[in-house]
């Protein structure tokens, strides 16, 4: 018998260092790895020990006699990716733990955000000895896109929080929640009370279209929209409208199909997940049948995962459709034998373009080469106006055209999600054409020098790609680089205490929580969802959550 991993994947790579036979591919170091959609399991080499089970954050590995019947194909396509890897070496890699054994005082690092990247980072920083991590966090709730970023319906992405809620909790961990870095405190006195301070903020700005009409009421960036149904406090109160029968989605990512997926899907099946009640509401008055999800590019170029594409195709009572000319989906049927990823995506939207739709049922249409022009509407979003592109391939490299047409699609709401840029705490650069901020291996630099104590990891520093489990590698690359700096003596000391930090912040912030109050807030969330049978119900106001965090 073998295990077998399944798109639910974070991909933090935690299996691979336990498997006592290496036959989990890619790791990290692989030149695969940033690329690979997820991990895979060697059914030939697999000896069904079930250690990688255990190690899973995110309970994604399977054995291959018990795939759930929606994931029977990935017993074929963990071994898939294996006939492209013949003779791949099985030694393992030992990666050496950083110690600080022979610091002569005790390293301090402050450490903005508690999203993935920012977690990764203290986790590595505070299982050494002779370390003090402070961590600050904005909202009341920690975990970043964990909480709020993960599609209510993917319960068991959610569950690496699980994983990071104990580091939160060490003697050598301080935390302070509800604490704005760059408006309560600055950089500067952070930097006064640290040797370092390393920012994972994320990117919490959605990348703007730039055309007329954008911000109409009933258009949304998809920050605001998935914050909105995961009930992020500052969009709790967002208004959404559902009244029409389309929705279009602009790009073709991740998290454009997670959108449309929770636009269409069955309502009762949310009524079981963590989605946020007002969003679980508005979703059952919703009219909405069909969600077109719009990309400016062919079908070769889609964004998304085959894993998240095959969710969308595996929906009851919704079709999935495609627009797209003949041409190009007969260029794509000639393209999809080439990478296993790439195969899987293109005979799915293949699939896609060939089933007859049923009656009565929902529609996800996937729309290509379609550039919006314009969001059309006079106090509210009725349409988006098109400009239709095709594909020259006459001189060998693709080049898009327009063809000149424009159409001009009914839809009450829509969404942008063609990126996201970073917005770090003021004190921080950021460079405005890529949306990160400036950095070298997680050193923040300005003007091409490094800035002395200041570092960066995840979303901040390369921008919004990969998985959870991708900024594990990023936030140990900047840990090191950090912890190097340290022992070569390129920090400057902290100039005050532990204790004077504490009394600034509670100077502050009076009503500033640690990782108690988050604690309280946790079990009061788990205890309401257990008796409504959801994994949680989710406090949606920074009051209610404060009030619990008080015990009132």
Known sequence: MTFVISPG??????????????CIRPRPGDPEFETAEQLYIDPDVCIDCGACVEECPVDAIHPGHDLPAELAGYL???AGYFSDLP???RVPVRRPRPRLDDAPEELRVAVVGTGPAACYAITELATMRGTRVSVFERQPAPFGLVRSGVAPDHPHTRLIGDRFGPVLARPNVDCFFGVDVGADITVDELLEHHHAVLVATGAQEDRRLGVPGEDLPGAFGANAFVGWYNGRPEH???RMDFSGERAVVIGNGNVALDIARILVRDRETLARTDIADHALEALRCSTIREVVI???????????SAGELGELARLQDVDLTVTCSREELEHLESTSHTGDTTRRRANLVLEAARRPQRPGAKRIDFRFLSVPVAIEGTDRVEGITFAEQRID????????VETGRRETLPASVVVKAIGYSSRPPAGVPVDPAKGVIPNRAGRVIEDGEPLAGLYCAGWAKRGPSGVIGSNKVCSEETVAGLLEDFTAGRLAKPVKTRADLGALVRARVPGVLGAAGWQRIDAAERDAGRAAGRPRV???SVEEMLSVARGR
Not at 393 to 400: I, N
């Open 294 to 304: 719009a990309g400016r590019r062919g079908p070769d170029s889609l964004a998304c």
């Open 9 to 22: 994947c974070c991909r933090d790579a935690s299996c691979v260092s336990v498997c006592p036979v290496q």
């Open 87 to 89: 003779g791949y070496d």
């Open 538 to 540: 989710k406090f949606v």
């Open 236 to 238: 709790a109160a967002d």
């Open 76 to 78: 074929d396509v963990n």
């Open 393 to 400: 391939r006459s001189s060998g490299s693709p080049l898009l």
